[in-house]
């Protein structure tokens, strides 16, 4: 238990579906992030969110769509998905935003896009 | 871009057996983490090194940060099939996001 906990673990979703994964940290941080990890890349860096407001968007394909209501809460949106972005998503969360801090990353959700 | 290579990419090796895998870089970096990912987990943090030439060690696990800060390696002795999964390593410069490597899996048979 690190303290940053995923819904769901496992999704699988058609190209035409619109579904959202959540994540909650219970550890008073103030920055939040969305990587995705697949079986041929390095884990890439999707978004960040540094007191609930976005400080960085690595050129994520607008299909993706995250919201971050407060500190506590990060959502990654999804519509219209394609079958290579089946990949484990995980989130995680860090004291402050630059690299000084540890990031603790929560279980993952799988998903599957079919 | 900074990029950090990984070598091996994979390993299997029996129990009891010592290993050492690597973390490489052309960029320095101001401090170099290391994680270990299990087969349906995320990344958990093993230790953060962040002087060079600086050796620090976790039970059975030795991380050394080499002089220049662009390379790292760990050394697992008498390795346990506890220790199997995704070792990862995470290179940090002060106001910027973490660069990760792809990874070293790890298979330690019993």
């Known amino acids: 238990e690190t303290g940053v906990t995923q819904t769901p673990r496992h999704l699988v979703m058609g190209m035409t579906n619109k579904k959202s994964l959540k994540c909650e940290q219970h550890?008073?941080?103030?920055?939040m992030y969305w990587y995705k990890q697949s079986a041929k890349k390095p884990l890439e860096l999707m978004f960040v969110?540094?007191?609930?407001?976005?400080?960085e968007n690595n050129s994520v394909p607008s299909r993706f769509s995250p919201e971050c209501p407060n500190s506590s809460h990060l959502f990654l949106h999804l519509h219209t998905l394609q079958p290579e972005d089946s990949a484990l998503y995980l989130c995680?969360?860090?004291?402050?935003?630059?690299?000084?801090?540890?990031?603790?990353f929560g279980e993952g959700s799988w998903l599957t896009v079919v | 871009t900074q990029l950090l290579e990984q070598s091996p990419q994979f390993l299997s090796i029996q129990e009891g057996e010592n290993l050492t895998v690597y973390c490489n870089s052309s960029?320095?970096?101001?401090?170099l983490q290391w994680y270990r990912q299990e087969p349906g987990e995320g990344p958990v943090l093993l230790v953060t090194v962040v002087t060079g030439g600086e050796v620090k060690k976790l039970k059975r696990l030795t991380f050394q940060f080499g002089d220049a800060r662009k390379d790292s390696s760990l050394h697992i002795t008498a390795a346990q099939p506890g220790d199997t999964g995704l070792y990862l390593c995470?290179?940090?410069?002060?106001?910027?996001?973490?660069?990760f490597g792809p990874g070293t899996r790890l298979s330690v048979l019993p």
């Open positions: 995680a969360s860090s004291l402050g935003q630059t690299s000084g801090n540890t990031i603790y």
């Open positions: 969110y540094s007191l609930e407001e976005r400080v």
């Open positions: 995470a290179g940090g410069n002060y106001g910027q996001n973490f660069v």
């Open positions: 960029s320095v970096f101001s401090s």
């Open positions: 550890l008073g941080h103030n920055a």
